[in-house]
C-alpha cells in the first residue's frame, strides 16, 4: 500500500473501473467471463452452453468488449472471445476467482463446457481423418516449406541430438527432416490416419528406427521429461487450448 492507501502498481481510472464492474454485473455476462477463464470461445460455443440465442450472446459479448472485459479476433469465418489483458479486466479477475465453483448454474456451464470442447476435437480429427491423404500437399500450400525447414534446421543446430518427439507429427515431415541426426525418434498423432501416411513416408526415407504412437498430446503416452528434444509444427492453431497443450 502506498501512503496514501491506495494498492501499489498501475491504476485503472474510476469511471473505467465503474464500466468494468457495470458490465460484468450481469448474470448471463459473469457466466461468459467464467467461461472464457477456461480459454477461447466462439458465439456459437456460447449458444450451445448457455442455451440463448445469437444476437443475444453478441450483445453481451459487445458489452464485455466495449468495458476492455474481453478480446477477440478472427480466424477465418470465425471469430473466437478470449478474456483481455488490460487494467479493466484485472478489476474483475479477483471478482471471477471468487465465484463458488460448485453453484450449480456454473457447475452446468462447466460441463456443457466440457462437451462442446468434446464435439469440436471429435470435429478436428475427422478432419485430419479425410485430409490425411493430401496432407503434404496442402502444407506446402500455407508458407514457403522449405525456408520454414532451413529456420527449424538453424535453430536445432547440426548437433546430434539424442533423443525427438515430434508432438502432432501428422505425415511426419518434421521427423524426415530432424530423425537423421537423432539418436531415437518418436512421432505422436491422435490421427491413425496420419500415421498411416507417416509410417510409409519413412519407411520410403529409410528411417526405419523411428516409432510412431498413436495419442493425445494432452496425455502423452511417455514419462515426463524422457525426450531431449521436443517439436511441435503447425499443430498449436488447431487445438482447443494451446498453452495447456505446452504445459
Ligand atoms: C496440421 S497437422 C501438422 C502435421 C505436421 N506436424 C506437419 O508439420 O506437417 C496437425 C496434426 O496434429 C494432430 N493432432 C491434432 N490434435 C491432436 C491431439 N489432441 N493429439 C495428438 N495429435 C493431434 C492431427 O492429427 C494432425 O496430424
Request: proline content about 5%; overall charge negative.
Given at each position: 500500500?502506498?501512503?496514501?492507501?491506495?494498492?501499489?502498481?498501475?491504476?485503472?481510472?474510476?469511471?473505467?473501473?465503474?464500466?468494468?464492474?457495470?458490465?460484468?454485473?450481469?448474470?448471463?455476462?459473469?457466466?461468459?467471463?467464467?467461461?472464457?477463464?477456461?480459454?477461447?470461445?466462439?458465439?456459437?460455443?456460447?449458444?450451445?452452453?448457455?442455451?440463448?440465442?445469437?444476437?443475444?450472446?453478441?450483445?453481451?459479448?459487445?458489452?464485455?468488449?466495449?468495458?476492455?472485459?474481453?478480446?477477440?479476433?478472427?480466424?477465418?469465418?470465425?471469430?473466437?472471445?478470449?478474456?483481455?489483458?488490460?487494467?479493466?479486466?484485472?478489476?474483475?479477475?479477483?471478482?471471477?476467482?471468487?465465484?463458488?465453483?460448485?453453484?450449480?448454474?456454473?457447475?452446468?456451464?462447466?460441463?456443457?463446457?466440457?462437451?462442446?470442447?468434446?464435439?469440436?476435437?471429435?470435429?478436428?480429427?475427422?478432419?485430419?481423418?479425410?485430409?490425411?491423404?493430401?496432407?503434404?500437399?496442402?502444407?506446402?500450400?500455407?508458407?514457403?516449406?522449405?525456408?520454414?525447414?532451413?529456420?527449424?534446421?538453424?535453430?536445432?543446430?547440426?548437433?546430434?541430438?539424442?533423443?525427438?518427439?515430434?508432438?502432432?507429427?501428422?505425415?511426419g515431415r518434421m521427423l524426415q527432416l530432424l530423425a537423421p541426426i537423432a539418436e531415437r525418434a518418436m512421432g505422436l498423432?491422435?490421427?491413425?490416419?496420419?500415421?498411416?501416411?507417416?509410417?510409409?513416408?519413412?519407411?520410403?526415407?529409410?528411417?526405419?528406427?523411428?516409432?510412431?504412437?498413436?495419442?493425445?498430446?494432452?496425455?502423452?503416452?511417455?514419462?515426463?521429461?524422457?525426450?531431449?528434444?521436443?517439436?511441435?509444427?503447425?499443430?498449436?492453431?488447431?487445438?482447443?487450448?494451446?498453452?495447456?497443450?505446452?504445459?
Amino acid at each position: 500500500m502506498s501512503p496514501s492507501g491506495s494498492i501499489a502498481g498501475p491504476a485503472i481510472g474510476l469511471q473505467s473501473t465503474v464500466t468494468a464492474l457495470r458490465a460484468a454485473a450481469e448474470e448471463t455476462r459473469l457466466r461468459i467471463l467464467l467461461l472464457l477463464t477456461e480459454g477461447e470461445l466462439s458465439v456459437s460455443d456460447f449458444t450451445d452452453i448457455l442455451g440463448q440465442s445469437q444476437p443475444r450472446i453478441s450483445r453481451h459479448l459487445k458489452v464485455l468488449a466495449e468495458a476492455g472485459l474481453v478480446a477477440r479476433h478472427r480466424e477465418g469465418a470465425w471469430v473466437f472471445f478470449r478474456l483481455a489483458e488490460g487494467l479493466a479486466a484485472l478489476s474483475v479477475h479477483t471478482l471471477l476467482g471468487a465465484l463458488d465453483p460448485g453453484d450449480a448454474r456454473l457447475a452446468e456451464d462447466r460441463e456443457r463446457l466440457a462437451a462442446a470442447r468434446a464435439r469440436r476435437s471429435e470435429a478436428a480429427q475427422a478432419f485430419f481423418a479425410r485430409l490425411a491423404p493430401r496432407w503434404d500437399e496442402l502444407r506446402s500450400l500455407h508458407v514457403s516449406e522449405s525456408d520454414v525447414e532451413a529456420a527449424i534446421r538453424d535453430i536445432v543446430g547440426p548437433a546430434p541430438i539424442g533423443s525427438l518427439l515430434d508432438i502432432g507429427t501428422g505425415t511426419g515431415r518434421m521427423l524426415q527432416l530432424l530423425a537423421p541426426i537423432a539418436e531415437r525418434a518418436m512421432g505422436l498423432d491422435a490421427s491413425h490416419a496420419m500415421l498411416s501416411v507417416a509410417r510409409a513416408h519413412l519407411a520410403r526415407e529409410g528411417l526405419r528406427g523411428v516409432e510412431l504412437r498413436q495419442g493425445d498430446l494432452h496425455a502423452p503416452p511417455f514419462p515426463r521429461g524422457g525426450f531431449d528434444l521436443v517439436v511441435m509444427h503447425q499443430v498449436l492453431h488447431y487445438l482447443n487450448d494451446p498453452a495447456r497443450a505446452i504445459e
